[in-house]
């Protein structure tokens, strides 16, 4: 009777020797005499534990982490292949306090299956929603994504259900379904979580997705950044098209879905919808006017869906199980869960599946253990280099769209990056108007010039020159932007500038006086 070990394929833990620890075991297996099935498995969203070794026992999976190729050999000694004690022992997987205090719905199977194992998909409940949607008509599909309240997963965070109707309502035809993967945002790591440990799940909820509108065609964009990812999507939709998940007889219903992969090409901003659908159609990445809107007339001028992979990754749990079921859970306005993401200057960095509601303080310390380094929190930038750096007391914001916001945040695709009290913040705000400067597309003058111009306004405040008329210079400057700009590449840079000004006026002085917050 063999015995079956997972290790992860996952990228970060592919990054810290995944590969090299499933040799290990395999190969000190078949000297031992040990009948063992290696299964790579996507991660658990552990990223400290990586690699996150797990054994399939009588009395379920129990974890190890992190282990190292010399950890090996002591882990058959010591009967870990029974569940045995171990100093790298921690316990059931799913006991972790880290993982058992999580929701997920989204990334049920995510870290519990092989990646590309049909059979295992269908096993831990894939295509129940698909099958489902196969028996309803594209107003009724609809309906649920509206009774759930899923909103944008991508930032905007627009009723996903609202832009759905709009394209199902729409006389023109082709139509698409365009699923953004870019995740181009720091701290950001969701997307690729899927992507890599449940790509069906994707191609599922695309599928429910045309499905919906009356779209036969959908189209991945997939940032250049995710060469595991591709892979794995790649062979997954191989699959998915010889299984009759996807092409032109979707689960023998006589109805036809096809998915295509584009690679993007490193620009940060085609993430935004507008100038990704350019990107997909060959052309530079740059953003265009709105109206007309892509539900109407995106990609090639037929009515679109742009949904991120968060969005449609949701679908499948909703359809299968109710819109009013994943309604039930969140806060105010903002249903459902999101995957939020611990990165930077944190314990234990990885993924969280909760719903909307809960606190900073609460992923902060709870999950995330607080700083790596050990020292104070002193920032935290929560929705990617366009989001707010909030101060400590701003902690206890609850994470939904609309109370967030009013505190001067924006949850964006769930990234959190945690900085200790050694962080300089006029450097950071230097650092969000660089950036902005770099990855402009350059079709606005505002976002273009003014993202330069930016950064040399904040190297005279900090070196003493002309305060006062330099900090109002930087403020206007910041609003012409966020009031002019075409896209939230421009709009939105002004966020992290003025709330590093706002909440960390002592950083910007070098010599001299602060500058002054308003209030």
């Known amino acids: 009777m063999s015995t079956t070990v997972f290790v992860p394929r996952d990228s970060a833990a592919l990054a810290v020797g995944a590969d090299e620890v499933a040799a290990a075991i395999a190969a000190a297996a078949a000297t031992g005499g040990h009948h063992v099935r290696v299964v790579r498995n996507g991660s658990r969203g552990m990223l400290w534990l990586e690699p996150l070794v797990e054994v399939a026992t009588a009395q379920g999976r129990i974890a190890y982490g992190p282990v190292s190729v010399a950890d090996v050999p002591g882990l058959f000694a010591a009967g870990f292949l029974r569940g045995a004690d171990h100093e790298l022992r921690q316990g059931p997987t799913e006991s972790i306090p880290y993982f058992a205090r999580q929701t997920r719905l989204t ?139 996807i092409g032109p007889d979707v689960l023998g ?52 869906v742009v949904n991120n992979v968060m969005t449609l990754a949701a679908v499948p749990w909703i359809l299968q199980h109710g819109g009013e079921a994943y309604a039930a859970h969140g806060s105010g306005r903002s249903r459902g869960t999101l995957p939020f993401q611990l990165a930077g200057n944190v314990r234990h960095g990885g993924l969280v599946e909760v719903p909307f509601g809960i606190t900073l303080r609460e992923l902060l310390h709870e999950f995330g253990g607080g700083t790596a380094s050990g020292r104070p929190i002193r920032a935290v930038q929560v929705g990617g280099p366009l989001g707010a750096y909030l101060p400590a007391s ?14 001067g945040g924006m949850i964006g695709h769930g990234g959190i990056v945690v900085f200790d009290d050694t962080v300089d913040m006029a450097r950071m705000a230097r650092y969000a108007m660089e950036f902005c400067a770099i990855e402009s597309c350059g079709k606005c003058t505002p976002c273009r010039i003014g993202s330069t111009r930016g950064v040399e306004v904040i190297d005279r405040i900090v070196a003493g020159r002309e305060r006062a008329a330099n900090e109002r210079l930087l403020r206007d400057l910041c609003a012409t932007m966020a009031d002019a700009s075409l896209c939230a590449m421009g709009g939105l840079t002004s966020m992290p500038v003025l709330s590093a000004l706002e909440h960390f006026p002592e950083d910007f002085v070098r010599n001299g006086q602060a500058c002054t917050p308003t209030r």
């Not at 870290?111 to 929603?129: F, I, K, W």
């Not at 584009?262 to 620009?267: L, Q, V």
């Not at 901003?269 to 990107?279: D, F, P, Y």
């Open 394 to 407: 701003r902690f206890d914001l609850p994470l939904d769209y609309e109370a967030f916001a009013a505190g």
């Open 253 to 304: 219903s006589g109805r036809s879905f096809e998915v295509h992969v584009r690679i993007g090409a490193g620009s940060y901003v085609c993430g935004e919808e507008t100038a990704m659908l350019e990107s997909l159609e060959g052309r530079r990445g740059m953003v265009r006017p709105k109206p007309p809107l892509p539900a109407l007339q995106g990609l090639w001028g037929g009515p679109t």
């Open 107 to 245: 990334f049920a199977r995510v870290g519990v299956t092989d990646p590309l194992c049909l059979e295992s998909y269908q096993a831990h409940g894939g295509l129940g929603g698909l099958r489902r949607a196969l028996d309803l008509e594209p107003a009724a599909i609809v309906e649920q994504v509206v009774q759930s309240g899923l909103r944008g997963r991508g930032g905007a965070g627009f009723p996903a259900g609202i832009k759905w109707r709009t394209v199902l309502g729409a006389a023109a035809s082709p139509k698409y379904i365009a699923c953004n993967a870019d995740e181009g945002d720091s701290g950001t790591f969701s997307d690729r979580m899927v992507l890599e440990g449940d790509p069906y799940l994707l191609l599922e909820g695309m599928a429910i997705a045309g499905l919906a509108v009356g779209a036969t065609e959908g189209w991945i964009y997939l940032r250049s950044e995710y060469p595991d990812a591709r892979t794995v999507l790649t062979a997954a939709i191989q699959r998915a098209r010889a299984a009759g998940w």
